[in-house]
C-alpha cells in the first residue's frame, strides 16, 4: 500500500476537553466516507471512542488513529485525550505528528488546557489550524476567542473564514454558516443534507465586514510573501491560489495559526478544515529532516529524510495490549519496512523481528506487506521495545530523540486477596505499564500493598475500573494519596569516608562532595564533578554511579529526591588500598552524612486549577480555595461567568468535583493539571517524622 509521500498529512485533533474534538473528529470521517452513519459521544456510538469506558463516560481516554482519504491527500489522523490526567496520549501523538488541528469552543474559549497543549506542540514544533466550535451554543464569541488565542497562546491568528450569525437556531442572528475570505464566498450548509454546501455571493449588509477582514488577512500574508506584497501595492487582484500558497508556507514555518469556525454538532465548517489540512499544513517531506545520533558515538549527529530510499527508522510512540500480542504504534520516519523483516533498537542493542504490520484504523486493522516513509503502522511481534524506543536497520542504526512524560503525582493502594490474584495482578499491571507510560506500580515490601501511581484521581479511577471489571481481579483498593518529594534545605560540604577491612583485604577511599538544592535541576538528582584529574577516572565514575543511585533511592523520608545537585570536590587515595569498591562506600557515607547536615524539605505538588462559575457564586469559590490554601493568580469575567486561576496542593483537592457542585448548584466547571512542587506545611512534615 505505498502512498506518496508529499500526499500524506499525518495530524492530531488536539483541545481542551468538552470542547467537541470527537464530534470533529466523527464529522470528518463521515464526510470523507470512512463510515456511513454519524455516530454521537452521548450515545457511545463514535468510532475512535471505542473502549467501553470511554463510551459509558462520555470522554476519549485513549488516542486512537484512523487512516482515510480527503480530495488528494491520504490523512493519518490521532484523535486525542481532553482531559489533564490522560495528557501523556497528547504528548506522545505529538512527538510523532507532522501538523495538528486545535479545536477550542466558542463559549468557553481559550481553556487551561488549551493552553497545556499548546504548549506541547510548541515544544515539537507541529504546525497547527484552530477551530473555533459550538457557533451555534448561546455566548458563543467567534472574536473573543481569537483575541484570546492571540493573548494567552502568543501566535499569530489569522482568521480565514468568519461566522454568519451565532448562538442556536431560536435566537435571533442564529448560527447558519460562514463567510469564506480566500474565495469570497458564503457558504451555507444545509440542515438535513450532510454532503451538500450551498456556495453563495456574499450579501450586501456582510459585504464590509468580509472586505476588512480580508484586507486582514492579505495584510498578515504579505509579511511572507514578496510576490503577494507587490500585488497589493499595485492594487491588482489577488487570486485565492497564490493566498493558498502562502497560506501554506507559514503555517508549515509556524509562522501563522489560520482560523476557522463552525458547529461540528450541526455539520457545519468542517470540510473547510479538512480542505485547509489539505491546502496548508506539511506532508512529512514538507518537515525538516529528523535528527539522531550515532548509538556507538554520541557526539556525532545523523539525519534521515523522509524518503523511501533512506536507510530504515522509525520511533514507537504507543504500545496497546492485545490478547493476540501488543500492538506497537510506529511512526516511519525514512527508508521502507517489510513484513517479516529483522529490525535494529540502538537504545536496547537488541535485534527485533518484525513478523506482522498493521494499518490502524480505530479499533480495526488491515494487514499490509510494507510500508514507507512519512506513514504511521502497527507493528505486532515486538518483544524488547517499548515506547520511545528507536527502530532502525542494524547497518546503518540511529537514536532519535525519546519521548519524556510528566511525573506522577497521585497514589493508591491495592492488596490482592490471595497469592494466586497476585499472580494475576503482576501480570495484568504489567500490561498497564507497557501500555501508559505515565502508570507507575511497585510493591510495598513492609505491607505487602501494591502502590500504583497516575496523573490524577480520574487516572486512577479508570485504572481501578480495568482492574475489576475488564480484569476481574478481586483486590481492595484504598483510598488515594499524594506522591510527595523531598528536597534538602541548605548547601554542605561532607567527607565521606571508608577505613575498613573487606574480606582480608584494607580499603581506604575519602571522598568530598558538595551537596546544595538547585532549581534548575530537571526533576531529580544531579551528579557533577569539579575535581579535575586528582581523582583517576575510574575511582570517580564508581563514587558519580554510586551517588547516582544514592539519590534515586530516595531521601530522609523515603521520598523521591528532586532538585538536588551534587558536586564531587576531591578525594584522597592510597596507592594500594584504593578501589572502586572503596570509592563506593564512600560516596555512599557522603550521601548519607550530605542528606543529615542538609536537612530535609517536603515536597507537596501544586495543582494549576481553572474554574468556571457563574458571577453571583464568585465570592463562594474564593472563601472555598483560600481554606484550601489555594493563590488565587487572576480571576477574569467572560460575559455572564467568571474564570478563577489558581494555584493549590494536590492534599487539599481530592473530592473537589462534589463541592465544586455544592458550591455553584452544579453549574460551575473545574479543570486541575499538575503545576509544580512547593513546600508542605511543618504540620504535614511533622505526620512523617
Known sequence: ????????????????????????????LFYAHFSHRLGRVDSGTTVTDFDPEEQQRGITINSACVTFPWKCVTVNLIDTPGHVDFT????????????????????????????????????????????????????????????????RLECRPIPVNLPVGSGPPHMEGAFRGILDLVEMKLLVFPAGDEDTILVEDIPPEMTDDAEFWRSHLLDQLSMFSDELTERLLAEEPIPPELIH????????????????????????????????????LPSPVDIPPVEGRDPDDPEKRLLRRADANEPFCGLLFKIQADRHGDLHYVRVYSGTLKANSRVYNPGKRQKENVPQLWRIQADRRQQVASVEA??????????????????????????????????????????????????????VLDMMRRQDPTFRASESEETGQT?????????????????????????????????????????????????RTLGGQRLFAELAIRMEPCSEVASRVAVVSDCGDRLPTSLLSAASETLAEEGAGGGMLGFPLMNVKITVLGGAVHEMES???????????????????????????IMRIEITTPEEHLGDFVSDLQQRRAVITRTQPRG???VIDAEAPLANLFGYANAMRGLSQGRAQCTMEPFSYGPAPPEVLASFI
Request: glycine residues 8%.
Open 245 to 280: 500558497k502562502v497560506l501554506r508556507e507559514a503555517v508549515i514555518h509556524n509562522m501563522i495559526v489560520p482560523v476557522l469556525c463552525g458547529s461540528a454538532l450541526d455539520g457545519i465548517g468542517v470540510q473547510p478544515v479538512l480542505d485547509g489540512v489539505a491546502d496548508w
Open 1 to 28: 500500500m505505498s502512498r506518496p509521500v508529499a500526499q500524506l498529512r499525518n495530524i492530531g485533533i488536539v483541545a481542551h476537553i468538552d470542547a467537541g474534538k470527537t464530534t470533529v473528529t466523527e464529522r470528518m
Open 88 to 151: 501523556a496520549e497528547v504528548e506522545r501523538s505529538l512527538r510523532v505528528l507532522d501538523g495538528a488541528v486545535v479545536v477550542f469552543s466558542a463559549r468557553e474559549g481559550v481553556e487551561a488546557q488549551s493552553e497545556t497543549v499548546w504548549r506541547q506542540a510548541d515544544r515539537y514544533h507541529v504546525p497547527r489550524l484552530a477551530f473555533i466550535n459550538k457557533m451555534d451554543r448561546e455566548g458563543a464569541d467567534f472574536y473573543g476567542t481569537v483575541q484570546e488565542i492571540e493573548e
Open 579 to 605: 578501589n572502586e569498591t572503596a570509592f563506593r562506600m564512600a560516596a555512599a557515607d557522603a550521601f548519607r552524612k550530605g542528606l543529615q547536615q542538609a536537612g530535609t524539605v517536603l515536597l507537596e505538588p
Open 451 to 499: 502502590l500504583i501511581s497516575g496523573m490524577g484521581e480520574l487516572h486512577l479511577e479508570v485504572i481501578k475500573h480495568r482492574l475489576l471489571r475488564d480484569h476481574r481481579l478481586n483486590v481492595r483498593v484504598h483510598n488515594p494519596r499524594v506522591s510527595y518529594r523531598e528536597t534538602i534545605e541548605r548547601k554542605v560540604e561532607v567527607t565521606g569516608l571508608c577505613h
Open 640 to 642: 455572564r461567568i467568571t
Open 374 to 427: 512519512g506513514d504511521i503502522i502497527g507493528i505486532i511481534g515486538l518483544r524488547h521495545s517499548v515506547t520511545g524506543d528507536t527502530l532502525s536497520t542494524v547497518k546503518e542504526p540511529i537514536l532519535l530523540e525519546s519521548i519524556v512524560f510528566p511525573e506522577t503525582v497521585i497514589s493508591m493502594a491495592i492488596e490482592p486477596e490471595t497469592s494466586e490474584e497476585r499472580k494475576r495482578l503482576a501480570a
